[in-house]
């Protein structure tokens, strides 16, 4: 069974910092593009930045130039760099990846459980 898990969320005050986590664990043959979304309280969840497996990536505008998406291979495990902050980043922060158990098998998807970030004004 493979599971996603988010780490490093917070209380940050405005123009500060926080790196998050997505560690992957379980029975991972390969992963394949990683996603973060974010989901503030009373809206819909938010796509955020994705990374493929080039290491090529997309932001959404709103965090575009402020955030920073890295993943180490070697430890399936995604982060998330996130400067700059704003009281609207205020959200839970989930990741969300396209994983294959096996060679021969198709790709699954699964999402992490979340971690709240909070940016106080």
């Known amino acids: 069974q493979v599971q996603l898990v988010e780490s490093g969320g917070g209380l940050v005050q405005a123009g500060g910092s926080l790196r998050l986590s997505c560690a992957a664990s379980g029975s991972i043959f390969s992963i394949n593009a990683m996603h973060w979304y974010r989901q503030a309280p009373g809206k819909q969840r938010e796509w955020v930045a994705i990374?493929?497996?080039?290491?090529?990536?997309i932001y959404a505008d709103s965090v575009k130039g402020r955030f920073t998406f890295s993943r180490d291979n070697a430890k399936n495990t995604a982060y998330l760099q996130m400067t700059s902050l704003k009281p609207e980043d205020t959200a839970v922060y989930l990741c969300?990846?396209?994983?294959?158990?096996?060679?021969?098998?198709?790709?699954?998807?699964?999402w992490g459980q979340g971690t709240q970030v909070t940016v106080s004004s």
């Open positions: 969300f990846g396209r994983i294959k158990v096996a060679a021969g098998m198709g790709w699954s998807t699964y």
């Open positions: 990374m493929d497996s080039s290491g090529n990536t």
